[in-house]
């Protein structure tokens, strides 16, 4: 999920996962996330994202407090009318090597804060195990 404030945005992944399993899925985190650095995702997995981001969209504008939201938006981050009535297209201009570039650019893991909830003595070995793998890679 992406969250924006002015000139920034924060990423956050959330998996609803046992104590047990916080390590398997801090890995496979890391792995997508390294994947999407060095991979370009497919064209079809793009275009399913780029479908469902223009979908959003539009439904947000789809009522008179989603408009008044737009424009607020347009108001905060000092952007133009053309942003509203460009956005769509520019989704679909994203291409697969953009996306790979800017997963380089931007997700940098070892830099990521990780928030972990469960129990800690649990946690704390599992989050050993991670980091020592990362150091290895």
């Given at each position: 999920m992406i969250n924006t404030g002015y000139r920034a945005a924060v990423w956050y992944e959330q998996a609803d996962v046992t104590t047990e399993h916080t390590g398997a899925?801090?890995?496979?985190?890391?792995?997508e996330i390294k994947r999407l650095q060095s991979e370009s995702p497919s064209k079809e997995e793009l275009e399913g994202i780029q479908n469902y981001e223009?979908?959003?969209?539009?439904?947000?504008?789809?009522?008179?407090?989603?408009?008044?939201?737009?424009?607020?938006?347009?108001?905060?981050?000092?952007?133009?009318?053309?942003?509203?009535?460009?956005?769509?297209?520019h989704i679909y201009q994203v291409t697969p090597e953009q996306v790979r570039q800017m997963a380089s650019e931007y997700f940098q893991y070892e830099d990521m804060t990780l928030v972990l909830v469960g129990d800690k003595k649990?946690?704390?070995?599992?989050?050993k195990t991670h980091q020592d793998e990362l150091k290895v890679k």
């Open positions: 899925s801090l890995q496979e985190i890391a792995k223009a979908g959003v969209f539009v439904l947000q504008n789809s009522t008179p407090q989603g408009i008044i939201g737009q424009l607020n938006f347009l108001d905060f981050h000092g952007l133009d009318d053309s942003y509203l009535t460009d956005r769509v297209k649990q946690l704390e070995k599992q989050i």
